[in-house]
């Protein structure tokens, strides 16, 4: 802790010291006008009850004089703090109304509130995948180009939720992530560690081929990544027009569950838009601290005046009187 006028400590030391003394020499004097009076008390004990609301007072009184010095310091403030990719699912089947307007809509809206809602702190990134995927926006401290990146999805195509979380990781690193081919001995590639980075990937589940989600969330877990998954649907599901063909679709909630399980993230079940709206809220983004330097004149304050408060109600409430 320092002060902008150290000097006012010493002027608060000395003001403190001469309101003691000044109260010490009153009850003196009261000590000695009850003892000629024959009022002395019988037991002839310290009554710390006479003396505590006047400590309060005074104490109250040093930290006022305190207060004139401006103290300040640097504190630690938690702020919500690193990357967020939001990888949305815009194949065909997030056409489906089963969550109104439609699954696509729903989960566009939700974030759009989310991203405005977030501060400056928090890159956010956007990536859209059906069969392939691709980054539609690196992850930037613009939230208004997240949200118009949003804005332009559109559904199209399958679904490969291997892809999402590959292209996620390749938005995250910079450098493009692939899985080794299953039929070598290649080892996984080394992403290095990326604890501050989160995938919140929005999807109704239904994994239509490309790369092994399971194996690409294990990258996502070994680089320190969490990903989020919030399952848009229902699993009672509803029928969809694909190139003039009715085609059923359902969330299928199990491998959401085990792709956020692998990364240690939640899994999150969205069947109206209200839902999805409160899972964006609860959302578990990484906490870090900033140190801040802040004046601490208005908490010193606060303090004096709360013992100003308290040493004169039990004056009152206890002699009828103050001093």
Do not use: C
């Not at 003396?51 to 702020?79: D, Y």
């Amino acid at each position: 802790m320092s002060f902008q006028q150290p000097w006012l400590i010493g002027v608060a030391m000395v003001g403190g010291a001469v309101l003691a003394w000044a109260y010490a020499s009153l009850y003196r004097r009261r000590a000695r006008a009850m003892t000629a009076a024959g009022l002395v008390s019988a037991t002839g004990r310290f009554d710390w009850r006479r003396h505590l609301p006047p400590i309060f007072m005074l104490a109250a009184l040093f930290l006022l004089f305190a207060g004139l010095a401006r103290p300040q310091a640097t504190v630690s403030v938690p702020r919500a703090a690193g990357t967020v990719i939001l990888a949305f699912d815009v194949s065909n089947s997030m056409t489906a109304t089963d969550v109104t307007p439609s699954r696509l809509a729903a989960a566009q809206a939700a974030a759009n509130g989310w991203i405005t809602a977030q501060p400056d702190t928090v890159d956010i990134g956007v990536v859209a995948f059906d069969q392939g995927a691709m980054t539609t926006r690196q992850p930037t401290k613009d939230h208004a180009q997240a949200i118009a990146a949003v804005n332009r999805l559109h559904a199209a195509g399958g679904t490969s939720l291997g892809e999402a979380i590959l292209a996620s990781l390749t938005a995250i690193t910079g450098k493009t992530v692939d899985l080794p081919d299953p039929n070598s001995d290649a080892p996984p590639p080394n992403l290095g560690y990326w604890g501050s980075a989160t995938i919140v990937l929005l999807s109704d589940g239904e994994d239509t081929g490309g790369p092994d989600a399971l194996a690409a969330a294990g990258l996502a877990a070994d680089a320190g990544v969490h990903i989020d998954t919030i399952g848009v649907g229902t699993a009672a599901g509803t029928t969809i027009t694909v190139d003039g063909f009715q085609v059923a679709t359902a969330l299928n909630e199990d491998l959401l569950t085990q792709i956020a399980q692998t990364t240690t993230g939640s899994y999150h079940p969205a069947s109206d838009a209200k839902s999805l709206d409160q899972i964006y809220k609860s959302l578990d983004l990484r906490i870090t601290s900033k140190p801040e330097f802040m004046e601490l004149t208005g908490a010193v304050v606060g303090v004096a005046v709360l013992l100003l408060t308290v040493g004169g109600l039990l004056m009152i409430n206890w002699y009828g009187r103050i001093l």
